[in-house]
């Protein structure tokens, strides 16, 4: 139900240069203080690792006697052990050197690690060089604590079950969520050879096929490895009656395994589950499973027949948007046109035939697929064609619940092969979320499927963003609003508590997370809306996101609540403040209603944009309707103002409202340009892109506004024991714009100087100010930065004559966790200008002045 029609078509980017850098193994930092000392004083440094060792050493040997005596099951051959490193000078993969195994990288330089030697006799040795100054130590001055494995919990229990640790019922039965290290020593390939000057052809090539093999060798030493754990954790388990639930024929399915790791749902008892958490030495996380909370009203007293209105089947080669939910009223009036029925599939045990929505009320799936079909009202007349067919995967069963025995990473593997292999579907609503914080230590087995899926195949996930409880807390992390506003707490202020941060998985680096802002203000004494129009929902979950990156990217309209003057108020959410949406009449009630609000209902509205631009794009890929997505958000009028705090409109908006016009097309005071075909990048790569700006948009004598937007979205391959973008993805990309003057052989060579640079060096000033830069406090919005995702956008406002004659732009390459130069990720560029006077025509003089770009690349190329 959209125009297809488009006069004001994006156009191709042009490609004018490519670059590569030389890639360096590090570079000189400014030493940490910390470090500094322990080489100033080296004996009391390694007296002070040689008694921790000592301790740590007894604590296993006393650890492990108990365990005889106690009859306890055997263990890997390995002990855990945590260690505080120095976080911006050494390297975690070379605990090889030291016989260490790393496990998992925490918060502020804390390493879990593990050791088959227990007299840690590497590490010994060289701390005594380190004491004696020889060669070859030196880096033991950056370990700087070694800590017992009594410690292990509070690194790898989440918030909520450590809350409950020392209440746990040895005896009593508990399900957990696990993450298990599988990569070993060998955290890295092998370097890549380098040729020297002594190296002949034939030589050079010999060196580059013994990387080859040593590459391939390590690849199935961690397949292997994998396997091993496998076998290891499930003998473990099974000793103390426990089960792996989701285990099918005896191995854990490929969805819930990443290249460093595989996650698991174990039944345990607490016994069991002391002893895997303290003393197995694999494991990196353990979590209860995610809580389910949504706003469910009583039955409408509403009684909104289905209208006369006719819903068209879209075309049979329209974009697929699987709903991923509690399943779909087919047969409703308003959805049953556009309902891909022959592929409707449940997975609910014991009920794979039922994929109805029975969730009282007028469900929950059935309203979050009228969204995608209506994301404003429901028409009243007339006929219209879908934009889009609707899948059914029904998860969650008629308490809107996933039951415990659905593990989401294989629930999620499951969905992804049937719909894409079967029907090549894309386009994901996920619109279920956990009821709790996510988790910050690491990402979750959740998200980071998420993020493997959107690696391994060109599709799209829309999460939503979570929603706050209203009036009862839940577990022992997310507040109630009423508790909030009881402890005067008062909205906004309360939404960046860290109570309120966003739910599982919305914090998935790949996912298009999605927040709620209200679509109305309403005041009717005695009551008053908490959130006036266009400002965040009283409800809806704030980022940031895991290691600063900016989560939610995007809001929709998905309702908001209204208080009155008691203390603690009353909170309710009465028609004017909800979105219209489709209910299902199973249980009775209206055909629609505005009866329901949460982020649910505001991401299938981005799913809708999702799909029209499917549409009309349909060979392009989903890193390029995320995008345009992105890029046609705006924030709203409030959040513009001088007084407005940025950074909290960031961490509650994203990169603001979508607008389909935006996303779909142009007009005659705006174009937008793109990257076609899906380009890709190795480490160390860089990719410059032009657009000639024509003199009438530069002249002096003019002086309008030019609002100019830049957007990169790309994907790489995660690992979930890694911590930040640079170790948890394999392949890390950002974006650079030319100075004042700088045309594009100057542009690239100062971007391939600078690659290595520190992220904290003076790199100049550019032609824009940008809103939020590349780095923290490099732009007018102190305190986040545009790169700490995989969704990386900033804007800038500048004067009409400042504009130089042509505009470069970087897409840089950097190495990640992935250290084979073959490595590459994709990625989709977008860069808009338009004026911010609408009268002021610029598309079709830009247009005009990127011919000559397309002439001059067609002459270089005879």
């Known amino acids: 139900m959209v125009e297809r029609a488009n006069k004001f078509p994006h156009i191709q980017l042009s490609l004018v240069r490519t670059g590569s850098a030389e890639l360096s193994r590090g570079g000189a930092r400014q030493q940490n203080p910390r ?14 690792l040689k008694n921790s060792i000592e301790s740590i050493i007894f604590y296993w040997q006393d650890t492990q006697e108990k365990r005889e005596q106690e009859a306890k099951p055997p263990l890997p051959n390995a002990k855990p052990l945590i260690l505080k490193i120095d976080p911006s000078a050494f390297d975690p993969a070379s605990l090889k050197s030291y016989g260490i195994e790393l496990i998992a990288e925490l918060e502020d330089g804390y390493i879990i690690g593990a050791s088959a030697d227990i007299e840690l006799s590497e590490l010994q040795k060289k701390i005594e060089k380190f004491i004696n100054e020889e060669q070859r130590s030196g880096k033991v001055g950056e370990i700087w604590e070694l800590l017992e494995g009594d410690k292990l919990p509070e690194y790898i229990l989440s918030p909520d079950l450590l809350s409950e640790w020392d209440k746990i019922n040895g005896q009593q039965i508990y399900t957990v969520d696990v993450g298990i290290a599988c990569i070993g020593i060998k955290s890295k390939l092998p370097n890549y050879p380098e040729e020297t000057d002594s190296d002949t052809k034939e030589t050079y090539s010999k060196k580059i096929i013994n990387w080859i093999n040593k590459r391939d060798l390590t690849y199935q030493e961690w397949d292997d490895l ?52 303290s003393n197995f030495p694999y494991v990196f996380d353990v979590s209860e499973p995610d809580k389910f909370v949504e706003h469910l009203q009583p039955i409408s007293l509403h009684n909104n027949a289905s209208p006369p209105f006719q819903l068209e089947p879209p075309e049979p080669d329209a974009p697929k948007v699987c709903i991923i939910d509690s399943g779909i009223q087919e047969g409703h009036s308003l959805l049953k046109a556009a309902i891909d029925s022959q592929n409707s599939k449940s997975w609910i045990p014991g009920e794979i035939d039922k994929t109805a929505d029975y969730v009282n009320n007028g469900g929950h799936g059935t309203r979050v697929a009228g969204a995608v079909l209506y994301p404003r009202n429901i028409p009243r007349s007339g006929r219209e064609k879908a934009v889009c067919w609707i899948q059914n995967a029904r998860g969650l069963d008629k308490d809107c619940k996933l039951p415990d025995k659905l593990f989401p990473p294989n629930l999620l593997g ?54 706050l409880p209203i009036n009862n807390k839940v577990g022992a992390t997310r507040l109630s609003i009423s508790e909030h506003l009881a402890a005067n707490r008062p909205y906004p202020d309360y939404l960046f508590e860290k109570s309120c941060r966003i739910a599982n998985p919305a914090q998935s680096f790949q996912a298009l997370t999605v927040g709620s802002i209200s679509s109305a203000s309403y005041h009717v004494p005695p009551y008053s809306s908490i959130a006036e129009q266009d400002k965040p929902s009283a409800f809806s979950c704030s980022g940031l996101g895991l290691w600063g990156t900016i989560k939610p990217e995007v809001v929709e309209y998905g309702g908001d609540l209204v208080k009155d003057e008691s203390i603690p108020p009353n909170l309710i959410y009465p028609t004017n403040v909800c979105p219209e949406l489709v209910r299902s009449t199973l249980s009775g009630g209206s055909a629609f209603d505005s009866d329901n609000i949460g982020t649910s209902f505001a991401a299938p509205k981005v799913s809708y944009i999702a799909a029209c631009l499917a549409a009309e794009l349909p060979k392009e890929s989903c890193l390029l309707y995320r995008a345009l997505i992105v890029q046609s958000a705006r924030w709203s009028a409030w959040a513009m103002e001088q007084n407005a705090d940025k950074l909290q409109v960031i961490r509650q908006m994203g990169y603001g409202l979508v607008n389909l016009k935006r996303a779909l097309s142009n007009s005659p005071h705006r174009i937008t340009l793109m990257t076609t075909a899906e ?6 790569q860089a990719h410059v892109y032009q657009v000639k700006l024509p003199e009438q948009l530069r002249s002096q004598g003019e002086a309008f506004d030019i609002l100019v937007e830049v957007t ?17 993805l394999s392949t890390w990309l950002d974006w650079d714009c030319s100075k004042k003057g700088e045309d594009s052989k100057r542009f690239l060579a100062r971007i391939l100087q600078e690659y290595d640079a520190p992220e904290d060096a003076e790199k100049g000033e550019g032609l824009f100010k940008w809103t939020l830069g590349k780095q923290n406090n490099h732009g007018t919005v102190r305190g986040v930065s545009r790169s700490a995702g995989t969704i990386q956008k900033d804007w800038a406002t500048l004067k009409s004559f400042e504009l130089t004659e042509a505009f470069c ?8 966790w992935n250290n084979d130069p073959d490595a590459q990720v994709p990625y989709s560029l977008v860069v808009s200008f338009e004026a911010v006077e609408n009268n002021i025509p610029i598309y079709a003089a830009l247009i005009e002045a990127q011919v000559e770009i397309e002439v001059k690349q067609q002459i270089e190329s005879y």
Not at 809 to 816: D, I, Q, T
Request: charge should be positive; aromatic fraction near 8%.
């Open 226 to 277: 994998k396997s091993q754990r496998e076998d290891e954790l499930t003998k473990f388990v099974s000793l103390y009656q426990g089960e792996i639930l989701n285990i099918v024929d005896g191995i854990v399915p490929s969805s819930a395994e990443l290249s460093d790791s595989f996650s698991c749902r174990v039944q345990i008892s607490g016994n069991g589950l002391k002893d895997l958490v």
């Open 712 to 728: 990169l979205s790309y994907k790489a391959q995660p690992r979930r024991t890694r911590r930040n973008r640079r170790k948890y």
């Open 679 to 684: 380009p890709s990048l190795k480490a160390g």
């Open 414 to 467: 499951d969905i992804v092969d049937f719909y894409n292999n079967r029907t090549n579907t894309r386009i994901f609503n996920h619109s279920i979320t956990g009821a709790v914080p996510c988790g910050t230590q690491c990402m979750s087995a959740w998200a980071a499927t998420i993020d493997n899926l959107t690696w391994q195949r060109d599709i799209l996930f829309i999460v939503a963003a979570g929603n």
């Open 809 to 816: 732009l970087a897409v840089v390459g950097h190495e990640g």
């Open 35 to 48: 470090t500094t000392e322990n080489f100033g004083n080296r004996q009391g440094h390694g007296s002070r």
